[in-house]
């Protein structure tokens, strides 16, 4: 069984300021980690996915995350966050090889200060 | 990638009536999926719908309140049935696609249901 705990349902921070976005995963087997992203009134976007390859993931729009299995984490991060990045955040998991069975977390809403 | 859409975008239903929300995907997929997104909550799966074979449904759903068709491989429909203000949620479609890195979702906008 896997499980996906999103620490924080909403963060907030300041336009320029870094965005850290907290995710911890429970698994049996080495899983494929993704990050999605909902802006208001649409549907979900992939940002990026970590899949047995390399640990520091480069997503769309600035984001990143870096797999670490020590930890049991897949922390999403951007250096400078800016307004156009206020949205919904959604980290999920899968068993490996099989990407289409999404567990999801709970969810973070991001919160852009001017 | 795919391009996924839904109608309606949004509708708001009286208690007891059905709704049946429509999923078109601009390219012929294999494995089509349901979500259930109640308001500020995250993304729970309602059913698997494989074109050729009955729908999966998760723990929780049952196929006579949520009945699904899947007639092509562009193409599934859900019906929320006998609704209640407790079914108020947004109602996603996916689709599964392979790609160079393997296995990955693409989702639609979503269907806002609002139930009186």
């Known amino acids: 069984a896997q499980s996906v705990t999103q620490l924080g349902s909403h963060v907030s921070v300041s336009e320029g300021a870094l965005v850290l976005l907290r995710c911890n995963y429970s698994s049996s087997v080495p899983p494929y980690l993704f990050w999605y992203v909902q802006y208001p009134n649409q549907g979900l976007q992939l940002l990026l996915k970590y899949t047995s390859a390399a640990t520091l993931v480069k997503g769309i729009n600035g984001f990143e995350a870096e797999f670490k299995k020590s930890e049991t984490s897949f922390h999403l991060t951007k250096p400078s966050a800016h307004m156009s990045d206020a949205a919904e955040y959604f980290c999920?998991?899968?068993?490996?090889?099989?990407?289409?069975?999404?567990?999801f977390g709970g969810g973070t809403r991001l919160m852009v200060k001017p | 990638s795919a391009v996924i859409s839904q109608k309606p975008s949004r509708d708001i239903c009286q208690r007891g009536t059905s709704l049946t929300i429509q999923c078109q995907v601009d390219?012929?997929?294999?494995?089509m999926f349901w979500y259930r997104q109640q308001p500020g909550q995250s993304l729970t799966l309602i059913a698997t719908?494989?074109?050729?074979?009955?729908?999966?449904?998760e723990s929780g759903f049952v196929i006579d309140k949520f009945p699904i068709s899947r007639p092509n491989l562009t193409f599934s429909t859900l019906t929320v049935s006998n609704m209640s203000p407790e079914d108020s949620s947004i109602y996603l479609c996916?689709?599964?696609?392979?790609?160079?890195?393997?296995?990955?979702?693409?989702f639609g906008p979503g269907t806002r249901l609002t139930v009186l």
């Open positions: 999920a998991v899968s068993p490996p090889y099989a990407g289409n069975m999404l567990t």
């Open positions: 390219s012929q997929v294999t494995m």
């Open positions: 719908a494989n074109q050729g074979s009955e729908a999966t449904y």
């Open positions: 996916s689709v599964g696609l392979t790609g160079t890195l393997g296995d990955e979702q693409f």
